[in-house]
């Protein structure tokens, strides 16, 4: 497994992360209901911003989990992690 910083063209595979939750899971990543993943909304998690600073964790070619910093404007930081169920219990999220 290794971690390096998402990219656009990993749009595909924070998808793939976002396909292979839970609802529930779906609901703690983005504090509220989502029946249906948008994969136009994903590319804001990809895109370069200076306000959102993202990690994905890759095993080969499979992306197992993904991490979010969204910097606010009093310099605190919210984090956002997310990893998909075939990839739990095996150390993604430490």
Same mark, same amino acid.
């Given at each position: ?23 529930? =899971? ?5 504090? *509220? /209901?989502?029946?249906?993943? %948008? ?6 998690? &990809? ?13 080969? =070619? ?5 991490? *979010? /910093?969204?910097?606010?404007? %009093? ?6 992690? &997310? ?12």
């Amino acid at each position: 497994m290794y971690i390096r910083p998402i990219r656009l063209s990993d749009h595909d595979l924070y998808l793939s992360i976002l396909q292979r939750i839970t609802p529930e =899971d779906c609901h703690c990543r983005f504090f *509220h /209901a989502v029946k249906h993943i %948008d994969p136009n909304h994903v590319r804001r998690f &990809v895109e370069p911003s200076k306000s959102l600073f993202g990690l994905i964790a890759m095993e080969g =070619d499979t992306a197992l989990g993904a991490v *979010h /910093a969204c910097f606010n404007d %009093d310099g605190s930081a919210e984090l956002a992690v &997310v990893v998909a169920n075939d990839a739990r219990h095996h150390s993604v999220g430490q």
